[in-house]
């Protein structure tokens, strides 16, 4: 099992599970607290003050103890609206300004984005050390390749569709077989164009139904054969608050709950909106195995 992955010429030990803390810079997420965008006022206005919010709010979790921060400017709940490469990467460039200003060159950040070019100006313009790909290089041909050209670490998430038509494509024949096999034929064309630092994401929460996300985080640890990292992303989505008839303001116990249970299956890196709370289930999870 790989234990670290390189970023930026070091190696990001994974010998204890990491926190990455969310930042979005878009006005729809699903969460609405973890919304960084504004809508009100001037464009200009909005995009300052996008700045200054993300830099307060990396400013908090990095004092909580998140390990990494995961920054996206294009929503990507169910149905989300479509916005252009150009939007995507004017919001992304505020963020990591916040975000550099926050944590300085040393501050590892993952951008989380399925466009090839939007990653390449991320990384060369910005020092991004991952892309995280929600499309898992189906909604860019030229993402592997790129990110094979720009020697960054990868997370490839398991999706079917877009964020606007994976609710229909919920059909598995075995939602565990089929995700694991999916990422693993995508991860060994990665390995053959020569990306070596590789997460898996099973994609909690798109393109499955409440059941099938319960029986992807029962199964995690099957994951654990291809030998690589894995990536929990479950923090306050529709498994929980569907699940408990709730909102998603109203689901951080739920997340905490899930969390422990994706660390006792093998989960490295937790993808969270609440950076404290995860610290915490962490430490605990850590206590209970080592005792």
């Excluded at 989380?112 to 313009?125: G, H, I, L, Y």
């Excluded at 909604?139 to 790129?146: I, V």
């Excluded at 569709?161 to 919920?170: E, H, I, K, R, S």
Aim: proline residues 2%; aromatic residues 6%; charged residues 25%.
């Amino acid at each position: 099992m790989i234990n670290s992955i390189r970023i930026g010429g070091r190696l990001w030990m994974l010998d204890s599970p990491k926190v990455m803390g969310i930042i979005n810079a878009t006005p729809d997420s699903f969460y609405s607290g973890s919304r960084n965008l504004m809508t009100c006022g001037s464009r200009d206005n909005a995009l300052q003050e996008l700045t200054r919010r993300v830099t307060t709010r990396v400013e908090e979790m990095l004092e909580a103890g998140a390990d990494c921060i995961d920054i996206g400017g294009y929503s990507s709940r169910p149905g989300c609206e479509d916005i252009s490469a150009e939007e995507e990467y004017t919001r992304l460039c505020y963020a990591l300004e916040g975000a550099r200003q926050a944590g300085g060159d040393t501050l590892i950040i993952s951008v989380d984005t399925f466009r090839a070019d939007v990653a390449r100006k991320c990384v060369e313009q910005w020092g991004v050390g991952i892309i995280n790909d929600i499309g898992g290089g189906t909604l860019d041909n030229d993402m592997f390749a790129t990110v094979a050209d720009l020697k960054v670490a990868y997370v490839l998430m398991h999706l079917r569709g877009t964020p606007q038509t994976m609710t229909t494509l919920t059909d598995y024949e075995d939602v565990t077989r089929d995700v694991i096999s999916d990422l693993a034929f995508k991860a060994d064309k990665l390995h053959s164009l020569g990306v070596a630092d590789i997460i898996l994401d099973p994609g909690f929460g798109f393109a499955k139904t409440v059941d099938q996300n319960f029986r992807l985080l029962n199964d995690l640890e099957e994951f654990r054969h291809t030998g690589l990292p894995i990536l929990a992303g479950i923090s306050r989505k529709s498994m929980i608050w569907r699940a408990l008839d709730i909102t998603p303001e109203e689901s951080l116990n739920g997340t905490t709950a899930l969390n422990m249970a994706a660390l006792m299956k093998g989960a490295d890196i937790l993808r969270v909106h609440d950076v404290k709370e995860a610290r915490q289930c962490v430490a605990l999870y850590q206590k209970l195995i080592h005792n």
